[in-house]
């Protein structure tokens, strides 16, 4: 068990600096859900192999994954919050395996920024006692 009062002193700062960026990078595509339903389901087809997936359930995953960015963007639940937002996020990046094998086509290099989120994300839930910042929960569970 990690002591929280040995937290070095900018640690708690770094823990939110990478919630925020999480944070800001997910909020376009959970909202693209809701502006243009019909290109998460093309998402879904593409990456995923879920073809045909309703509009309706594109929105009701768009619904559950707001929840969950809400708790995770204020520091909520950290142990639910944090590894669902992880989860989600190394799904997408091994998802999208195709791109990683032809980095040199059209735009998938991008893809590849995937990874050093994924490694983020793993260190936040990791060091979650010691992200205080603007944190509303105290307990990492």
């Avoid at 389901?41 to 969950?68: H, M, N, R, S």
């Avoid at 032809?102 to 979650?128: Q, S």
Wanted: glycine share 8%; charged share 10%.
């Amino acid at each position: 068990m990690i002591n929280p009062s040995s937290t070095p002193r900018h640690l708690p700062l770094s823990l939110f600096l990478i919630r925020a960026s999480v944070v800001l990078m997910l909020a376009p595509w959970i909202a693209d859900k809701f502006i243009n339903p019909g290109h998460a389901v093309g998402v879904f087809e593409k990456f995923y192999g879920l073809g045909g997936v309703a509009e309706t359930l594109v929105l009701g995953i768009g619904v559950v994954q707001v929840a969950i960015l809400l708790a995770f963007a204020v520091g909520a639940l950290r142990f639910w919050s944090y590894g669902l937002v992880l989860l989600m996020h190394a799904g997408s990046t091994l998802s999208s395996w195709k791109q990683y094998l032809n980095p040199y086509d059209g735009a998938n290099l991008l893809f590849f920024a995937a990874w050093p989120m994924l490694a983020a994300l793993i260190a936040l839930f990791l060091l979650r006692e010691h992200d205080t910042l603007l944190s509303v929960g105290r307990n990492p569970r």
